[in-house]
């Protein structure tokens, strides 16, 4: 079974400085990785996938994320982050046919100093 | 792009009582939907598998006689947190396929705050 971690729970950053969140996966094929972001009492947006092809896949809101296979790790960044990006960000791994195997890891809460 | 709708955002509800939560994909078809539950502060956790025109598939743990799914057709899921307890409270969402290729990325909706007295 796939697993997800997100090594760091909560992470503070001024606006304007760069920003990466990180992800390590566990899972015995080629994962199929996504970013998702939670705004507070909100349900989640796809911020970028990756399913094969180049590592460095570009998202929405200036998000991008690299998957690096050496190192099972899909961290995403933003070089440089605004106060709106305050939010909890959730790494998450998809597998089985029908994705009932979508595991998320236990997300990132990022905070925004002004 | 792909909307997931989800009613109601929040709701208040006495102890023992029974609330219906629906789940929509606005502008596609779903045979597959899923259920969450969401604790302060915590991630997702997977509850259930709504499979259009069958039964539910639940994950280990969770009540099948508690958390009613039913998907009656390719766009509506609803989960029916029955005899409500306070220990139910918290934050459902609901999520769709776009697609029924294992690439294709979760929509979620926007999540029902519950809260039971």
């Known amino acids: 079974a796939q697993s997800v971690t997100q090594p760091d729970i909560h992470i503070t950053v001024s606006e304007g400085a760069s920003l990466e969140l990180r992800c390590n996966y566990s899972y015995g094929a080629t994962p199929y990785l996504f970013w998702y972001v939670q705004s507070p009492g909100q349900g989640l947006q796809l911020l970028l996938k990756?399913?094969?092809?180049?590592?460095l896949v570009q998202g929405i809101k200036g998000f991008e994320a690299e998957f690096k296979r050496s190192q099972s790790s899909f961290n995403l960044r933003k070089p440089s982050v605004h106060w709106s990006d305050a939010a909890e960000y959730f790494c998450a791994v998809g597998a089985g046919s029908y994705g009932q195997n979508f595991v998320f890891g236990p997300g990132t809460r990022l905070s925004v100093l002004p | 792009g792909a909307v997931v709708s989800q009613h109601p955002s929040w709701v208040i509800c006495k102890s023992g009582t029974s609330v219906k939560i629906e789940c929509r994909s606005l502008?596609?078809?779903?045979?597959?939907m899923f259920w969450y539950r969401q604790f302060p502060k915590q991630s997702l956790m997977l509850m259930a598998t709504?499979?259009?025109?069958?039964?539910?598939?639940?994950e280990q743990g969770v009540e099948k006689d508690k958390f009613l799914i039913n998907h009656a057709s390719l766009t509506l899921s609803t989960l029916t947190v029955t005899s409500a307890h306070p220990e139910d409270s918290s934050f459902y969402i609901c999520?769709?396929?776009?697609?029924?290729?294992?690439?294709?990325?979760?929509?979620f909706g926007n999540g029902t705050r519950l809260t039971v007295t």
């Open positions: 990756y399913f094969s092809g180049d590592t």
């Open positions: 709504s499979n259009e025109g069958s039964k539910a598939t639940y």
């Open positions: 502008d596609f078809q779903a045979t597959t």
């Open positions: 999520s769709a396929r776009a697609g029924d290729r294992e690439r294709s990325p979760l929509h």
